[in-house]
Nanobody, 126 residues
């Protein structure tokens, strides 16, 4: 019954910035681990960043220092701020969620995320 809807994708030039948003409905958002994943054409889906119930974050090495994940539990929203974008960041970006029993501790990208959005396309040109 949980629904996730991404927005904010688009086309930008290398070095530019973009901010993705994910709106959640259903469930108790404050009890979710949340994450952003992406899939480039012809490649497997990979984790980008996750954020726990208490705000602890995990980032893929490829985006550390450039991307920032955050959440607003009052508005049931998830955000991915992407700066200094590179062509290799191109892909379909998905918002995902899973129920977490714990208020603290990082959310692993390898965990099973049960709920997924439809995705939003990000294209970075050189």
């Amino acid at each position: 019954q949980v629904q996730l809807v991404e927005s904010g994708g688009g086309s930008v030039q290398a070095g530019g910035s973009l901010r993705l948003s994910c709106a959640s409905s259903g469930g108790i958002y404050s009890r979710f681990c949340m994450g952003w994943f992406r899939q480039a054409p012809g490649k497997e889906r990979e984790g980008v960043a996750t954020i726990s119930r208490d705000g602890s974050t995990v980032y893929a090495d490829s985006v550390k220092g450039r991307f920032t994940i955050s959440r607003d539990n009052a508005r049931n929203t998830l955000t991915l701020q992407m700066d200094n974008l590179k062509p290799e960041d191109t892909g379909m970006y998905y918002c995902a969620a899973r129920v977490s029993l714990w208020t603290s501790g990082r959310c692993a990208m390898s965990d099973e995320y049960n709920y997924w959005g439809q995705g939003t396309q990000v294209t970075v040109s050189s």
